[in-house]
């Protein structure tokens, strides 16, 4: 198991955790404090570290998933270029266009605190740059 608990989240309540099983076929759930388990989504690729893609379907049934798919390119200096393609709006209908927006303004809140956390790891103190605006297919 993967913990992975969102630095400073406003959303999360105290002692929320956010679990990715590292593997194809992997449940992606949060657990709450009690051990109520919600699922999220589903591992397809599991690739370290170079690839990871998953269904996502927070809030919805899994048929009405979305697919993710995240590649991480080493830039031969210390950097990485990360690519996310959040994908499979149209399996929405309708809901489609608010439920890409919703996720978009999820993307643009949570990314600068991976940035940042993977600045601190490498005991960077300087801010995180300014994010290009998310390119999402539709």
Known sequence: H????RPDSPTLLPGLTIVLEGRPGGRIFERTHDG??????EVTVWDPPNRLAYLWHLRRDRADAT?????FIGRGDTSTLVEIEHR?????GADGESWR?????????LLPHF???ARASR????SPPALNPLTIST
């Open 2 to 5: 993967h913990n992975m608990v």
């Open 36 to 41: 109520i388990e919600h699922d999220w989504g």
């Open 67 to 71: 697919e993710v798919e995240i590649r």
């Open 88 to 92: 499979g709006w149209e399996a929405l």
């Open 101 to 109: 927006d919703r996720n978009n303004g999820g993307w643009a809140t």
């Open 115 to 117: 940035v940042a956390a």
């Open 123 to 126: 005991g960077s103190t300087t």
